[in-house]
């Protein structure tokens, strides 16, 4: 079942207390059902934890892209902490396990999590291309960054390419931001394409503008780009 519904989400900066972080159990009732992504899925692994991002945790996650450049600024000097993560994995019936799509969730104050979604973009965009150590031998990584327009205050799509012994897998990662919380979806295993991840983040986007802030919010300049 191919998902449904409109490709945008309203924002919610017009209305978002600027200090307000979400609870777990908050953040779970958002989270889209099992149906959406189409019917031979069973649930994966579900967990929360505190979200945390600081300097050092960036730059070892981006250690291949960092040879010659010890410790850059566009790395971003921020640490943010405190909030929580619901990640939610769905994996494909008969297809020994393989994960075809990630659900997050990530509430943080409005100041950090547009900061945070500044940084990762930065981030790619400095590491468009590099090698990195396989079991095997190396992979070849490559980053770029799309603007994502009328989802959420502001959105992205991340794609990310890598090529392993001679066969190339692309991945597609939708960022929005609506309000304080981050909303992703990663269409994992080279298996979902860019319109249905794209389609799926704008759907629980939309879950996380009405849920949280209120159907009837966010009018201003969040729902104009909407329309």
């Not at 959406?36 to 069973?42: A, E, H, Q, S, W």
């Not at 939610?88 to 297809?95: Q, Y």
């Not at 919380?181 to 249905?196: N, Q």
Request: with cysteine; charged share 25%.
């Amino acid at each position: 079942m191919a998902p449904t519904g409109p490709v945008t989400a309203p924002g919610r900066d017009t209305v978002a207390q600027p200090q307000r972080v979400f609870t777990e159990t908050e953040l779970e009732k958002t989270l889209l059902p099992d149906s959406t992504f189409g019917r031979r899925l069973k649930r994966g692994d579900e967990f929360t934890t505190p979200f945390e991002s600081t300097h050092d945790q960036r730059r070892e996650h981006w250690r291949y892209c960092l040879r010659g450049d010890e410790d850059p600024a566009w790395l971003g000097p921020a640490t943010h902490r405190g909030t929580v993560s619901v990640a939610h994995t769905l994996r494909v019936i008969g297809n020994e396990g393989e994960a075809v799509a990630v659900q997050q969730l990530v509430s943080l104050p409005v100041a950090s999590a547009r900061d945070h979604l500044r940084v990762e973009q930065d981030i790619m965009r400095h590491c468009p291309s590099f090698t990195s150590d396989m079991e095997a031998g190396t992979a070849g990584e490559d980053y770029s960054v799309e603007p994502l327009e009328g989802l959420g205050d502001e959105a992205f799509l991340e794609i990310h390419e890598t090529e392993y012994e001679g066969s190339v897998r692309t991945e597609y990662t939708a960022h929005v931001r609506v309000g304080g919380v981050l909303v992703s979806v990663a269409g994992v295993g080279g298996i979902a394409d860019r319109d249905d991840t794209v389609r799926w983040t704008a759907h629980l986007a939309r879950g996380v503008g009405s849920t949280l802030y209120g159907a009837g919010a966010g009018a201003g300049a969040g729902q104009d780009r909407a329309r």
